[in-house]
């Protein structure tokens, strides 16, 4: 099964290359501290908003500081707000689903009632309102990212587990007497992880845009520490005189966006049995 996932993942090479990406924005994100060539922090009031060159390959910010550290230091900010997040997500919108999709009737409505008033809220202005509720600060945006994607992977678990608890092999274990937390744990759960984790890949390039959004309106963690979203922000004011603090930025929350929706996508195709787009000749 693992080798047939990668025959058909290596066959897609816009999928590979997300993958390449997707590895060396975490690698950048891990060693940043050895592939920054300056202190993000490093403050020098004589080189403010100069352009490119040998010293400063993407330039300097309104502070003097190297825009090509900041960057790389960014990647920490985005990449585990992003991956916290939707394993937040994940560790609360599961067990709901498992719940309200197994046992159904007045579980199932409770907990749907619950989903839908969440889902009601466009993620962006939920998010939004959480993180100012909860305070300006990193932590505190990911526990909101986590509140807003958790319905999405409790609806998608409800939906898988309504169709596998109609299994053969699921009343069987029921036959057998087999108790109820066995049957979640052994039987349904890791036939319904595929989708998950199909789902996770995605939702992590939204989370991705969802705190650089946040930490553009001023709700992102200290000012001090570089993200890609408040270098956007305050790039924004400089586009006239240094249009690459802001395009350098934006530039790499879309990559990695977009390596994300692209690696989700392969995975999608690679994990369905009933998806042969990549078995096919392209």
């Known amino acids: 099964m693992t080798a047939q996932l990668g025959v058909r993942l290596f066959r897609r090479r816009p999928i590979m290359m ?3 990406v997707v590895l060396l924005l975490v690698g950048s994100a891990i060693f940043a501290p050895l592939l920054a060539p300056y202190d993000p922090l490093q403050q020098n009031l004589h080189r403010v908003l100069e352009g490119p060159s040998r010293e400063y390959l993407l330039g300097t910010d309104e502070l003097g500081r190297d825009v090509l550290s900041r960057l790389i230091y960014g990647a920490r900010v985005s990449l585990m707000a992003g991956g916290v997040s939707v394993a937040l997500a994940v560790a609360l919108g599961t067990p709901l689903g498992l719940l309200a999709g197994y046992y159904g009737g007045w ?3 409770f907990l749907g009632k619950i989903i839908d008033a969440f889902l009601s809220f466009p993620a962006l202005v939920l998010a ?3 993180a100012a509720a909860l305070g300006p600060s990193l932590s505190n945006i990911m526990i909101a990212l986590g509140v807003v994607y958790m ?3 409790a609806r998608l678990v409800r939906g898988q587990t309504l169709r596998v608890r109609e299994e053969e092999f699921v009343t069987a274990a029921r036959a057998v007497g087999v108790g109820d937390r066995n049957i979640l744990a052994r039987h349904i759960f890791p036939n319904v992880t595929s989708p998950i984790i199909v789902q996770a890949s995605l ?3 939204f989370a991705i845009v969802t705190e650089a959004s946040l930490s553009f309106l ?3 963690g200290e000012l001090s520490v570089p993200s890609w979203g408040s270098m956007l922000r305050t790039g924004y004011g400089y586009m006239e005189i240094s249009p690459l603090l802001a395009v350098s930025p934006g530039l790499m929350i879309f990559l990695a966006v977009l390596s994300f929706n692209l690696l989700g996508d392969g995975l999608r195709d690679a994990l369905d049995p009933r998806l042969n787009r990549l078995d096919s000749p392209s």
């Open 218 to 220: 001023g709700l992102g």
């Open 18 to 20: 997300a993958g390449v």
């Open 107 to 109: 579980i199932d409505s």
């Open 128 to 130: 939004l309102g959480i």
């Open 151 to 153: 319905p999405r992977f």
């Open 203 to 205: 939702n992590c390039g």
